[in-house]
């Protein structure tokens, strides 16, 4: 029975318990926990133990170990290959052996070329070649292995993971048609630190890492690296590509965004906002994560894999906000501008970070550009804007005498601005060095922050547009009417809204009084006429009852027509409406009271239509915005 037994040699033996120490020790080199000497002195040790093993071979029958050596790993290999299945889905534990069969080729490579021989220098060479072409097949079969695992495993988050939301929504339409109040509400921004711990995410699934990084080394080890991250490269990207179809986030070109109408243009604006900040606070600092743990222990490989993986979707985002910057300066657009601007600042540090490396520096630069260049759209807009309300004009009055629409639409926009107060003190404080209108303005004004002192560049433009407004009046009365109603209205606004700590207690003084000064103007032209009707009895007593009567009947028709015209003016704001009436009842009652009752025997009772009571009505009627005609409603036999 003896004979029949395999028989093993003992220069066999050796060599399996040399190559299975020099598994441990590569294995044990490979470890992140490894000290670098430490892991020195293991690559010293796995040398040695090569060489000895060259020597068992060359103790043992030659080349013929190394052949049938390489006959066992090439029917592992076609086994593996024959497999349709990927082996860590059908048996984790399998793959690694899988890989240790790669760690076989490797050693028997190094053999074979170490090996010596005189007369069989061919057979060497054959082997080595047939040796290759089954590293060459492992390799093959481990990029699917790869390419299926970096799939398959992929993770995604919810892009509600991190949202942004602007200070401010409000649509404006440019050419002033129509605009109404909005209530402004502050919104509060989560911003959190960069690069936050909290904000990565894992992108793979956990329980593949370490047998990626396995397959990193087999692969590197053996020369086959650029294979590696061509595949991962592939994958990663290709995961990417799907999270920005997740965020609904289109590739447009340049011209396209030029061509968007503004409703659209600004759907893909808030769009890109949300997405810029997941990208880079989330995805990108989770990928970077991810490469770094895979190809970490191969020097830049990491980052050249990482720069390879986003600079293309980075510059897709940036294409887009680049297109916008060089978009039309409509003054709707600056809160959308402002918002990229901000979200663009904040993100700054996590680029700088992302992207420090020499292969980073294009996607760095470009972010950079970008920044600058919409900092410089926002206040070429902005400045655009107080000249368009200068050269706003209109041929025809506005309707009542009400708030016009340019007041609303300014005082709203200035007061959204608020919000945006430090970006664009940053970004004004420039311009007021070189603008020509600081110089017009008081020396005062000069200590004033950069967004205080174009606050009030602004309204002083819109007062002066006001004014040539109001001029498109024949009434006199009623262009006064205008001016108080629309002084009024931006001395509310001011006054209602942290526009206070930019225009300050003098600016509102002023500008009340101002007000109130058109509102005694109008009392002035308007009444001042109707009651001198009533002076006639200062006249020495000898005036006749006809000229009383005259003059009462005169009074009354004049009345009746400021009735008829003023009911249609309007004073929108309650207070306002009130003060003026209450006043105009002062004074016209009581004119028309002691008139009436000193002059009763004096006057017909048919010369006397209206009552001081009805007077007090109808004056309450005034500045309601709806036309009344006036009947007489006191009729006296």
């Given at each position: 029975?003896?004979e029949?037994?395999?028989?093993?040699?003992?220069?066999?033996?050796?060599?399996?318990?040399?190559?299975?120490?020099?598994?441990?020790?590569?294995?044990l080199a490979?470890?992140?926990?490894?000290?670098?000497?430490?892991?020195k002195?293991?690559?010293?040790?796995?040398?040695?133990?090569s060489?000895?093993?060259?020597?068992?071979e060359?103790?043992?029958?030659?080349?013929?170990?190394?052949e049938?050596?390489?006959?066992?790993?090439?029917?592992?290999?076609?086994?593996?290959?024959?497999?349709?299945?990927?082996?860590?889905?059908?048996?984790?534990?399998?793959?690694?052996?899988?890989l240790?069969v790669?760690?076989?080729?490797?050693?028997?490579?190094q053999?074979l070329?170490?090996?010596?021989?005189?007369?069989d220098?061919?057979?060497?060479k054959?082997l080595?070649?047939?040796?290759?072409?089954?590293?060459?097949?492992a390799?093959?079969?481990?990029?699917?292995?790869?390419?299926h695992?970096?799939?398959?495993h992929?993770?995604?988050?919810?892009?509600e993971?991190m949202?942004?939301?602007?200070?401010?929504?409000?649509?404006y339409?440019e050419?002033?048609r129509?605009?109404?109040?909005e209530?402004?509400?502050?919104?509060?921004?989560?911003?959190?630190s960069s690069?936050?711990?909290?904000?990565?995410?894992?992108?793979?699934?956990p329980?593949?890492?370490?047998?990626l990084?396995?397959?990193?080394?087999?692969?590197?080890?053996?020369?086959?690296?650029?294979e590696?991250?061509?595949?991962?490269?592939?994958?990663?990207?290709n995961?990417?590509?799907?999270?920005f179809?997740?965020?609904?986030?289109?590739?447009?070109?340049?011209?396209?965004?030029?061509?968007?109408?503004?409703?659209?243009?600004?759907?893909?604006?808030?769009?890109?906002?949300?997405?810029?900040?997941?990208?880079?606070?989330?995805?990108?600092?989770?990928?970077?994560?991810?490469?770094?743990?895979?190809?970490?222990?191969?020097?830049?490989?990491?980052?050249?894999?990482?720069?390879?993986?986003?600079?293309?979707f980075?510059?897709?985002?940036?294409?887009?906000?680049?297109?916008?910057?060089?978009?039309?300066?409509?003054?709707e657009?600056?809160?959308?501008?402002l918002?990229m601007?901000?979200?663009?600042e904040?993100?700054?540090v996590?680029?700088?970070?992302?992207?420090?490396?020499?292969?980073?520096?294009?996607?760095?630069?470009?972010?950079?550009?970008?920044?600058?260049?919409?900092?410089?759209?926002?206040?070429?807009t902005f400045?655009?804007?107080?000249?368009?309300?200068?050269t706003?004009n209109?041929k025809?009055?506005f309707?009542?005498?009400?708030?016009?629409?340019?007041?609303?639409?300014?005082?709203?926009?200035?007061?959204?601005?608020?919000?945006y107060?430090?970006t664009?003190?940053?970004?004004?404080?420039?311009?007021c060095?070189?603008?020509?209108?600081?110089?017009?303005?008081?020396?005062?004004?000069?200590?004033?922050?950069?967004v205080?002192?174009?606050?009030?560049?602004?309204?002083t433009?819109?007062?002066?547009n006001?004014?040539?407004?109001?001029?498109?009046?024949?009434?006199?009365?009623?262009?006064?009417?205008?001016?108080?109603?629309?002084?009024?209205?931006?001395v509310?606004k001011?006054k209602?809204?942290?526009?206070?700590?930019?225009?300050?207690?003098?600016?509102?003084?002023?500008?009340?009084?101002?007000?109130?000064?058109?509102?005694?103007?109008y009392?002035?032209?308007?009444?001042?006429?109707?009651?001198?009707?009533?002076?006639?009895?200062?006249l020495?007593n000898?005036?006749?009852?006809?000229?009383?009567?005259?003059?009462c009947?005169?009074?009354?028709?004049?009345?009746?027509?400021?009735?008829r015209?003023?009911t249609?003016?309007?004073?929108?704001?309650?207070?306002?409406?009130?003060?003026l009436?209450?006043?105009?009842?002062?004074k016209?009652?009581?004119?028309y009271?002691s008139?009436t009752?000193?002059?009763?025997?004096?006057?017909a009772?048919?010369?006397?239509?209206?009552?001081?009571?009805?007077l007090?009505?109808?004056?309450?009627?005034?500045?309601?915005?709806?036309?009344?005609?006036?009947?007489?409603?006191?009729?006296?036999?």
């Amino acid at each position: 029975m003896e004979e029949h037994k395999p028989v093993i040699s003992t220069c066999e033996q050796d060599q399996h318990v040399v190559a299975a120490a020099q598994h441990i020790l590569k294995a044990l080199a490979a470890s992140k926990n490894v000290s670098s000497d430490l892991r020195k002195t293991l690559l010293d040790v796995e040398s040695q133990l090569s060489a000895i093993s060259i020597v068992n071979e060359r103790k043992g029958r030659g080349i013929r170990p190394l052949e049938n050596r390489l006959k066992c790993v090439e029917d592992k290999v076609t086994r593996w290959i024959a497999n349709p299945s990927m082996t860590w889905d059908s048996s984790p534990n399998q793959s690694s052996d899988y890989l240790k069969v790669v760690g076989e080729i490797q050693t028997l490579i190094q053999s074979l070329e170490s090996f010596s021989v005189v007369n069989d220098n061919w057979r060497q060479k054959e082997l080595l070649e047939r040796a290759y072409a089954v590293l060459q097949d492992a390799m093959s079969r481990l990029e699917r292995e790869l390419d299926h695992i970096l799939v398959e495993h992929k993770q995604y988050f919810e892009p509600e993971y991190m949202s942004f939301d602007s200070k401010m929504d409000m649509a404006y339409d440019e050419s002033f048609r129509e605009v109404e109040d909005e209530q402004v509400n502050e919104v509060s921004r989560s911003t959190g630190s960069s690069q936050s711990e909290a904000n990565i995410v894992d992108l793979m699934n956990p329980a593949v890492l370490e047998y990626l990084k396995s397959i990193a080394n087999v692969m590197f080890d053996s020369k086959y690296h650029q294979e590696f991250c061509q595949v991962f490269i592939s994958s990663r990207r290709n995961a990417l590509a799907e999270y920005f179809v997740t965020l609904k986030m289109e590739k447009l070109s340049i011209e396209d965004v030029l061509k968007l109408e503004w409703q659209c243009l600004n759907h893909e604006m808030k769009k890109w906002i949300r997405a810029m900040k997941i990208i880079v606070q989330v995805y990108l600092v989770s990928e970077k994560r991810l490469c770094k743990h895979i190809l970490g222990d191969f020097g830049s490989f990491y980052q050249c894999c990482f720069s390879e993986i986003s600079q293309s979707f980075m510059l897709l985002l940036l294409n887009f906000g680049e297109a916008v910057a060089m978009g039309a300066h409509a003054p709707e657009r600056i809160f959308r501008l402002l918002d990229m601007h901000e979200v663009l600042e904040h993100l700054s540090v996590d680029v700088d970070k992302l992207f420090f490396e020499e292969v980073g520096a294009f996607v760095r630069g470009e972010f950079h550009k970008l920044l600058t260049s919409i900092g410089d759209t926002i206040k070429s807009t902005f400045l655009a804007f107080r000249n368009a309300i200068a050269t706003n004009n209109s041929k025809t009055p506005f309707p009542q005498g009400g708030v016009h629409h340019v007041t609303k639409y300014v005082m709203n926009y200035i007061t959204t601005l608020v919000e945006y107060g430090d970006t664009l003190n940053l970004l004004l404080v420039e311009e007021c060095s070189t603008d020509p209108a600081v110089y017009k303005q008081e020396t005062s004004a000069l200590s004033l922050c950069p967004v205080a002192f174009y606050f009030r560049s602004i309204t002083t433009a819109l007062e002066s547009n006001l004014s040539n407004k109001s001029k498109l009046y024949k009434d006199v009365g009623l262009q006064h009417i205008f001016m108080m109603n629309n002084i009024r209205y931006m001395v509310q606004k001011v006054k209602c809204s942290d526009l206070s700590h930019f225009f300050g207690d003098c600016w509102l003084r002023q500008h009340t009084a101002e007000y109130q000064r058109d509102a005694r103007c109008y009392e002035r032209v308007t009444w001042g006429p109707i009651l001198s009707m009533l002076k006639v009895d200062n006249l020495p007593n000898c005036v006749s009852p006809r000229t009383l009567e005259k003059s009462c009947k005169k009074f009354c028709n004049a009345f009746r027509e400021v009735y008829r015209t003023q009911t249609g003016w309007c004073i929108q704001d309650s207070q306002l409406r009130e003060d003026l009436q209450i006043s105009v009842s002062q004074k016209v009652v009581l004119a028309y009271g002691s008139y009436t009752g000193r002059n009763s025997l004096n006057i017909a009772d048919k010369y006397i239509k209206y009552t001081v009571e009805d007077l007090q009505t109808y004056i309450l009627d005034l500045f309601q915005g709806s036309p009344k005609s006036l009947h007489y409603t006191q009729q006296r036999n």
